[in-house]
């Protein structure tokens, strides 16, 4: 059974820096894109990076690049956000999801298969 279960999410003043883990079971990284996600009030589920293990591959959302990095630690079977430089405009429930695809797309939720539960990031200025 695929599992994900998502933390370190938190209050933070603008500018701090937060790191959400995602721990994982029930399947092999290497055959599968892990991703993290977020959703603001009243806005739709948005795509913020992913990282394939078997090719090495990341991607970020255009509003994140540079202040967030994503990781995997295969001997913890944990999947990191490390978010710096935070804004308000970062404030959202995160969500790690897997999917099991060579072909991970950011900018479509709905076709991630399995998802974990929300940390809340909630970043004040």
């Known amino acids: 059974e695929v599992q994900l279960v998502a933390s370190g999410g938190g209050s933070v003043q603008a500018g701090g820096s937060l790191r959400l883990s995602c721990a994982v079971s029930?399947?092999?990284?290497?055959?599968?894109?892990i991703g993290w996600f977020r959703q603001a009030p009243g806005k739709e589920r948005e795509g913020v990076s992913y990282?394939?293990?078997?090719?090495?591959?990341?991607d970020y959302a255009d509003s994140v690049k540079g202040r967030f990095t994503i990781s995997i630690d295969n001997a913890k079977n944990t999947v990191y956000l490390q978010m710096n430089n935070l804004k308000p405009e970062d404030t959202g429930v995160y969500y790690c999801?897997?999917?099991?695809?060579?072909?991970?797309?950011?900018?479509?939720?709905?076709?991630?298969?399995?998802w974990g539960q929300g940390t809340q990031v909630t970043v004040f200025s």
């Open positions: 029930g399947f092999n990284f290497d055959d599968y894109a």
């Open positions: 990282i394939m293990q078997g090719t090495g591959s990341t």
């Open positions: 999801a897997a999917d099991r695809t060579r072909f991970p797309e950011l900018g479509v939720w709905v076709s991630w298969s399995y």
